[in-house]
């Protein structure tokens, strides 16, 4: 079992490498064979949306350190991504590294993906978890479901000073279970269900979009249902209907993928023409 940390700080040895390294040891002690990278010792260049890894299944044609990555990604089995909370939401190597995993998106490398047993765990460092910290953890959620792995554990972590939280006993010992429970549930043992973790039953996400008639949406995962407050927290209720519409179960995202995405290739040839002529009489 291989189990790849990521660090996304810029920060050698900061609170986020000490969180991901104790997960790691942790794993380690599991039986999990364990590697590091620091995706801020990378070259990782913003997508150009040209698509080629998708439409025509190539490797991205960006001349950087993502192909590493996204090798390390396959090859892994579970992840344990850490990072440090900048303004409201992880550092922008993030969102970056993300946009490139649509690599990965390609059907016969979501099918091949799927297929296998992945999951992974994330650890949040921030001066204040609880109020700002909004984005950090569901930016981690999104990098981790797109890369296959969905979360299954997680912790938000109160640091500041590059390295304290090493002299907090607390928070290392959430992240040793954080790496204990990602090679767990890899073997097969139930966790703690995600929908105790938050309010989202599918993702156990905290935030929600408000809809009309009293309707709510989650953001990370597109399940839709009721707010209700419910033995003193509030909970999105949403039928086993619609729990299995989520977007990042395989088969849903493997559909949007073959029957929404790809489509826009041949739509966008055919209307090419038509395209250029409109620009140009909106812009000469």
Not at 253 to 271: G, N, S
Request: hydrophobic share 45%.
């Amino acid at each position: 079992m291989k189990i790849l940390g990521l660090v996304a700080s810029y920060r050698k040895m900061g609170n986020s490498e000490v969180l991901v390294r104790v997960a790691l040891r942790a794993a380690e002690k599991e039986g999990a064979e364990t590697e590091l990278i620091r995706l801020t010792d990378l070259e990782i260049r913003p997508c150009k949306g040209c698509m080629a890894c998708l439409f025509k299944g190539e490797r991205c044609a960006i001349k950087d350190d993502m192909p590493r990555l996204l090798d390390a990604l396959v090859e892994a089995d579970g992840l344990i991504v850490g990072a440090p909370t900048y303004i409201l939401a992880p550092p922008g190597i993030v969102k970056m590294a993300t946009d490139r995993l649509i690599e990965l998106m390609h059907p016969d490398r979501l099918k091949a993906l799927a297929a296998r047993r992945r999951a992974s765990g994330i650890l949040v460092a921030a001066t204040e978890p609880e109020s700002w910290a909004s984005f950090t953890l569901p930016l981690l959620k999104l990098f981790c479901y797109a890369a296959l792995a969905p979360p299954v554990d997680w912790a938000l972590v109160k640091a500041s000073g590059p390295g304290e939280v090493a002299l907090d006993k607390q928070a290392l010992q959430a992240a040793r279970l954080v790496g204990v429970n990602v090679v767990r549930f890899l073997r097969g043992t139930d966790l703690e269900p995600i929908s105790a973790r938050g309010i989202c039953p599918s993702c156990g996400s905290r935030l929600v979009e408000l809809l009309e008639d009293g309707r709510a949406r989650c953001p990370l995962c597109g399940v839709e249902g009721k707010i209700a407050y419910e033995r003193g927290t509030w909970l999105l209720q949403a039928s086993p209907e619609e729990l299995a519409r989520a977007r990042w179960m395989p088969d849903n995202l493997l559909k949007h993928v073959e029957e929404v995405i790809m489509p826009t290739k041949d739509r966008y040839l055919a209307r090419l023409e038509e395209i250029k002529r409109a620009v140009k009489e909106l812009f000469g």
